[in-house]
């Protein structure tokens, strides 16, 4: 079993909290890592069992009587009603880790969270295996922009290799399975089980060309109209499938930075897809070298970078302050990371030959009140190097994803 970061994190979270939750997408190991860590004297059901799941919204109480503390629900979501009632026995009983709850609708599991549990619940979100993850280096410490360190070279090649793999753990503890067969089934489950649960999308292979066309725009800010033309539907329409993908951990918006002190900004978001091998398996890529030499290479390592250091923080329980800058002219930052007050800007490229003009996007900050720490280009030159005399560096990726 490969060993996860976010372990550490949930021992906290059950040494100090009533309640823990564990969110996160679909078949990314937050059953087994829960299973393998469950105290003595816990029981285990999941919801995924309709009569469980039958008695739990039909007789909540008589459900907890059966079940009583201490107790893992997994895909806690489908039972709404049980909410109240563990809210009126955690409130009785000041006992830390009573309850642990996990499920993959994100957004329906934090609403019923919210308005039961809060002060209660310690709330962590899983992802798919991060790099350290997969090299078996989980117990990594948090991206830093102040205090890069060197390490192990990964060239061009094997990052598009780790692109096109994804970080999905069945596919690694399985030797042999089919790749395109695992995704295949991975998204015909996750719509109907997730996605309908969640809304009447109507038409499904309207819904799976939409995922498609968010694939396809990876890294991109997103245009909603456009959307809505290419796959023949509303823009509400594509704005409620997004929230759909962004609740249940698909995807993340990488929002735009708002100032009224920087003129004719964008408002739009960057979609970043959290699992990447998922994306390139629905934008329709045959293997990682046509996805290297494709147009689209650029913003498929973006969105993996961003995903990384978002899965890297998540799993340390790091509130992220990510953001992207774009104004009317077409000038950008790929990635501003906001820490202690202090804008660090960083561009990601394809390139093993950064220039120092590839930082004159940075200017567009100066007209902020904000601290300016240290920025650079993060991109596959293999040795971390100062670029100027403003702090910036050349960033190797193997230093902002090997941690």
């Known amino acids: 079993m490969y060993e996860r970061t976010i372990t550490k994190r949930i021992k906290q979270i059950n040494d100090t909290f009533r309640v823990l939750v564990l969110t996160g997408p679909r078949q990314v190991g937050k059953s087994t890592l829960l299973g393998s860590l469950i105290p003595d004297g816990m029981t285990k059901v999941s919801l995924d069992d309709l009569s469980l799941r039958e008695?739990?919204?039909?007789?909540?109480?008589?459900?907890?009587?059966?079940y009583p503390a201490p107790l893992y629900i997994d895909e806690a979501q489908y039972a709404p009603e049980l909410f109240p009632y563990i809210k009126m026995r955690v409130d009785a009983n000041p006992a830390r880790g009573q309850y642990w709850l996990s499920g993959s609708q994100r957004f329906e599991l934090m609403k019923n969270v919210t308005e039961s549990l809060a002060g209660r619940a310690g709330i962590l979100n899983m992802n798919s295996f991060s790099y350290?993850?997969?090299?078996?280096?989980?117990?990594?410490?948090?991206f830093d922009p102040e205090h890069l360190r060197q390490r192990d070279t990964i060239d061009v090649n094997q990052v598009f290799e780790l692109i096109y793999a994804g970080g999905m753990p069945e596919l690694y503890a399985i030797r042999g399975l089919d790749r395109d067969i695992f995704y295949d089934s991975y998204v015909k489950t996750y719509i109907e089980r997730d996605v309908m649960h969640i809304k009447d999308i109507g038409n499904t292979r309207d819904f799976k060309r939409f995922m498609r066309e968010m694939a396809i725009r990876v890294g991109t800010t997103l245009n909603y109209a456009d959307v809505a033309k290419e796959i023949g539907v509303s823009g509400h329409t594509v704005q409620s499938w997004l929230s759909i993908l962004e609740s249940t951990g698909l995807v993340y918006l990488l929002e735009a930075y708002s100032s009224n002190l920087l003129k004719r900004l964008t408002q739009s978001p960057k979609i970043i897809f959290m699992d990447m091998g998922l994306c390139a398996y629905l934008a329709g890529w045959q293997s990682a070298r046509d996805l290297q030499l494709s147009d689209a290479s650029g913003h498929y390592l973006e969105s993996y970078i961003v995903s990384e250091i978002?899965?890297?923080?998540?799993?340390?329980?790091?509130?992220?302050?990510?953001?992207?800058?774009r104004n009317k002219e077409t000038n950008e930052i790929d990635?501003?990371?906001e820490?202690?007050?202090?804008?660090?800007?960083?561009?990601?490229?394809?390139?093993?030959?950064?220039?120092?003009?590839?930082?004159?996007?940075?200017?567009?900050?100066?007209?902020?009140?904000?601290?300016?720490g240290k920025?650079?280009?993060?991109?596959?030159?293999?040795?971390?190097?100062?670029?100027?005399?403003?702090?910036?560096?050349?960033?190797p990726v193997s230093s902002v994803i090997d941690l």
């Open 375 to 395: 920025g650079g280009i993060v991109c596959t030159y293999d040795k971390l190097m100062p670029l100027d005399g403003n702090g910036n560096s050349i960033i």
């Open 339 to 372: 820490k202690n007050n202090t804008f660090y800007p960083i561009e990601i490229k394809k390139t093993s030959t950064p220039r120092r003009e590839m930082l004159k996007d940075f200017r567009m900050l100066e007209g902020i009140k904000t601290k300016l």
């Open 335 to 337: 990635l501003i990371i």
């Open 132 to 142: 350290s993850e997969i090299r078996r280096h989980a117990d990594c410490e948090a």
């Open 55 to 66: 008695l739990a919204k039909n007789d909540p109480r008589m459900f907890l009587e059966t």
């Open 310 to 325: 978002i899965k890297n923080y998540q799993n340390l329980g790091v509130n992220a302050h990510l953001y992207h800058l």
